[in-house]
């Protein structure tokens, strides 16, 4: 951390209090609208009364904002500047979704005509294959539309076109991403090679799981439909032209993006092109103005009333205050299935970093750890855990006012069930409460006595609740970026660079090692653990 973030930190930790939010509510009662925010452009209400702080602490964070400087960065990123400096890249995901009619130059190249000239041809592309223009090799419309990518060429559109399945009217999208051959199989599974068009999503376009993929696919199709065919059902979304011709698709069927756009954070570019397809370009580009409404938010709002900075806050005090170790993150809508698995990546890869920006070791944790599941299912499973648990995990809760469609009293069901989770795990059950709820049920002294400590909730156990008009492609960019912005925050306040990933090449390098080995039936030079494992493997290996 820098020094002054640093010390101010440690004056929170220092004065950390044994807060009770119970009594918090009761001694004050605006706590609500104290420490809750409605932004209106943003169709959201946002509640953070049942967490950990009062005014004391709340302020506390707010100075380390301030120290942070996090506005002066964020203008930095905005900017364009190379502020991802391990890789000699800017971070430009943001220019993305901007429709001022700005310039935003990266080494003295306005890079938004480029972009406009990319959403352009999404657009077209996108509205020729839904009308039915674009046809198959063999004259027939296409009616499903197969993204094969990882990470993060995979993670965003796979989530964002769950998310927005009841907007969708065009080609069904299916995403393939694991190397397991399991999922080409079961996906192409019942598919028409004449109607099916593949999408080969990857930035680098060397990707092992993506290109092994990419060649099963297009076997399946040319031993159908034979070699020409390739032409008329893959298209790259891809930065490198030399490896989508050297794969035999026609650059004029390439859809670019740049170096400044993050893997986990181009779903904005066009690895969105299958979601454009699915929900029509009209409702991409409403999804890339809400995001766009929550960057101004983001940097023309004062901390305090700003909701990026303030979740970022309230994570940092929960990891590098009281010492919590993960966050669940529950949304209420079955069409945001995939949104914790989808911030895993956004989240533990952008800031699962321990090296500073000196070049130094951290010593303090970075890294929110994420998880979690739809709510009610998950309620069903593994919320025991978080109202009776030894741990405390904070949460937040995702919810909207109205859902895409109505059906009798479904929607009521499903937000009665998260405000009272949020409610029973701020404020728990007494022993009294607990005590009286079963004398009144007519049980025994002796089953009470038994029964009592284990019927009582201690609460105290933090929440924020993000509650949205409606789910739209507008707001799920709201969304999405809310927590592309919080992470940001969270990067500057540790001191980290959250826009690398050296991380994850370790493990692809030794595979690719190993995978040799395999082929070579050769097993020396490794660890007894895993020459061991392998020589099992060659071993029973049937071929
Ligand atoms: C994300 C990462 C990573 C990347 C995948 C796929 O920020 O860089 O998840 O998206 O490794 O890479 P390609 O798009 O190059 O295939």
Same mark, same amino acid.
Request: charged share 25%.
């Given at each position: 951390m820098q020094k002054d973030v640093k010390e101010l930190t440690q004056k929170l930790q220092k004065n950390k209090k044994d807060l009770s939010i119970k009594k918090l509510f009761k001694t004050d009662p605006d706590r609500f609208s104290r420490f809750s925010k409605q932004a209106e452009e943003l169709h959201l209400l946002y509640d953070y009364s049942r967490n950990l702080i009062d005014k004391?602490?709340?302020?506390?964070?707010?100075?380390?904002?301030e120290a942070a400087r996090i506005n002066d960065y964020a203008q930095r990123m905005f900017a364009g500047e190379k502020i991802n400096w391990t890789e000699d890249r800017a971070v430009l995901h943001t220019a993305l979704r901007d429709f001022s009619g700005g310039k935003i130059e990266v080494d003295g190249q306005d890079v938004m005509p480029e972009i406009v000239k990319a959403r352009e041809k999404m657009k077209v592309f996108s509205e020729k294959v839904r009308s039915g223009e674009f046809k198959g090799s063999t004259g027939k419309k296409i009616s499903t539309v197969v993204n094969i990518g990882i990470g993060g060429s995979d993670l965003g559109p796979r989530m964002a076109a769950l998310a927005l399945r009841a907007f969708s009217d065009g080609p069904r999208p299916v995403f393939v991403s694991n190397v397991d051959a399991a999922d080409i199989i079961e996906s192409l599974k019942g598919l028409d090679p004449e109607t099916t068009l593949f999408l080969v999503a990857s930035k680098t376009f060397t990707t092992q799981e993506t290109i092994t993929n990419a060649l099963s696919a297009r076997s399946w199709l040319t031993s159908a439909l034979g070699e020409d065919?390739?032409?008329?059902?893959?298209?790259?979304?891809?930065?490198?032209?030399?490896?989508?011709?050297?794969?035999?698709?026609?650059?004029?069927?390439?859809?670019?993006?740049?170096?400044?756009?993050?893997?986990?954070?181009?779903?904005?570019?066009?690895?969105?092109?299958? !979601?454009?397809?699915?929900?029509?370009?009209? /409702?991409?580009? *409403?999804?890339? =103005?809400?995001?766009?409404?929550? $960057?101004? +938010?983001?940097?023309?709002?004062?901390?305090?009333?700003?909701?990026?900075?303030?979740?970022?806050?309230?994570?940092?005090?929960?990891?590098?205050?009281?010492?919590?170790?993960?966050?669940?993150?529950?949304?209420?809508?079955?069409?945001?299935?995939?949104?914790?698995?989808? !911030?895993?990546?956004?989240?533990?890869?952008? /800031?699962?970093? *321990?090296?500073? =920006?000196?070049?130094?070791?951290? $010593?303090? +944790?970075t890294g929110q750890i994420i998880w979690g599941e739809p709510g009610t299912n998950s309620q069903h499973s593994f919320f025991q855990l978080l109202h009776q648990g030894s741990r405390i995990i904070p949460a937040d809760f995702i919810g909207y006012i109205n859902p895409p469609e109505r059906k009798g009293d479904h929607h009521d069901k499903l937000m009665a069930n998260m405000f009272a989770q949020g409610e029973a795990l701020a404020f728990g059950c007494t022993k009294e409460e607990a005590k009286k709820e079963m004398q009144d049920a007519g049980l025994s002294k002796e089953d009470i006595d038994m029964l009592l400590p284990h019927k009582v909730f201690r609460g105290n156990r933090p929440s924020s609740t993000l509650l949205f008009e409606e789910l739209t492609p507008y707001t799920l960019g709201v969304l999405i970026a809310l927590y592309e912005q919080k992470i940001f925050v969270q990067g500057i306040l540790w001191d980290i660079n959250s826009f690398d990933q050296w991380g994850v090449e370790l493990g692809k390098k030794l595979a690719s090692r190993i995978l040799k080995k395999i082929g070579d039936a050769e097993v020396e030079g490794l660890d007894s653990s895993t020459s061991g494992l392998l020589a099992a493997y060659i071993k029973g290996k049937e071929i």
């Amino acid at each position: 951390m820098q020094k002054d973030v640093k010390e101010l930190t440690q004056k929170l930790q220092k004065n950390k209090k044994d807060l009770s939010i119970k009594k918090l509510f009761k001694t004050d009662p605006d706590r609500f609208s104290r420490f809750s925010k409605q932004a209106e452009e943003l169709h959201l209400l946002y509640d953070y009364s049942r967490n950990l702080i009062d005014k004391e602490i709340f302020d506390g964070l707010m100075d380390i904002a301030e120290a942070a400087r996090i506005n002066d960065y964020a203008q930095r990123m905005f900017a364009g500047e190379k502020i991802n400096w391990t890789e000699d890249r800017a971070v430009l995901h943001t220019a993305l979704r901007d429709f001022s009619g700005g310039k935003i130059e990266v080494d003295g190249q306005d890079v938004m005509p480029e972009i406009v000239k990319a959403r352009e041809k999404m657009k077209v592309f996108s509205e020729k294959v839904r009308s039915g223009e674009f046809k198959g090799s063999t004259g027939k419309k296409i009616s499903t539309v197969v993204n094969i990518g990882i990470g993060g060429s995979d993670l965003g559109p796979r989530m964002a076109a769950l998310a927005l399945r009841a907007f969708s009217d065009g080609p069904r999208p299916v995403f393939v991403s694991n190397v397991d051959a399991a999922d080409i199989i079961e996906s192409l599974k019942g598919l028409d090679p004449e109607t099916t068009l593949f999408l080969v999503a990857s930035k680098t376009f060397t990707t092992q799981e993506t290109i092994t993929n990419a060649l099963s696919a297009r076997s399946w199709l040319t031993s159908a439909l034979g070699e020409d065919a390739v032409e008329k059902h893959f298209v790259a979304l891809s930065t490198n032209r030399e490896e989508v011709e050297r794969f035999g698709i026609d650059p004029e069927n390439m859809f670019g993006f740049w170096d400044f756009v993050g893997g986990r954070y181009s779903l904005w570019s066009s690895i969105g092109l299958s !979601l454009a397809i699915s929900i029509g370009y009209e /409702n991409f580009e *409403s999804m890339l =103005r809400g995001a766009e409404a929550l $960057d101004k +938010h983001f940097l023309e709002t004062e901390y305090s009333e700003n909701i990026p900075v303030i979740m970022a806050l309230i994570g940092f005090l929960y990891n590098n205050v009281y010492g919590f170790d993960t966050t669940a993150i529950l949304p209420y809508s079955q069409y945001l299935e995939r949104f914790p698995a989808y !911030l895993q990546q956004g989240d533990m890869e952008s /800031n699962g970093k *321990s090296v500073n =920006r000196s070049g130094g070791p951290v $010593d303090y +944790h970075t890294g929110q750890i994420i998880w979690g599941e739809p709510g009610t299912n998950s309620q069903h499973s593994f919320f025991q855990l978080l109202h009776q648990g030894s741990r405390i995990i904070p949460a937040d809760f995702i919810g909207y006012i109205n859902p895409p469609e109505r059906k009798g009293d479904h929607h009521d069901k499903l937000m009665a069930n998260m405000f009272a989770q949020g409610e029973a795990l701020a404020f728990g059950c007494t022993k009294e409460e607990a005590k009286k709820e079963m004398q009144d049920a007519g049980l025994s002294k002796e089953d009470i006595d038994m029964l009592l400590p284990h019927k009582v909730f201690r609460g105290n156990r933090p929440s924020s609740t993000l509650l949205f008009e409606e789910l739209t492609p507008y707001t799920l960019g709201v969304l999405i970026a809310l927590y592309e912005q919080k992470i940001f925050v969270q990067g500057i306040l540790w001191d980290i660079n959250s826009f690398d990933q050296w991380g994850v090449e370790l493990g692809k390098k030794l595979a690719s090692r190993i995978l040799k080995k395999i082929g070579d039936a050769e097993v020396e030079g490794l660890d007894s653990s895993t020459s061991g494992l392998l020589a099992a493997y060659i071993k029973g290996k049937e071929i």
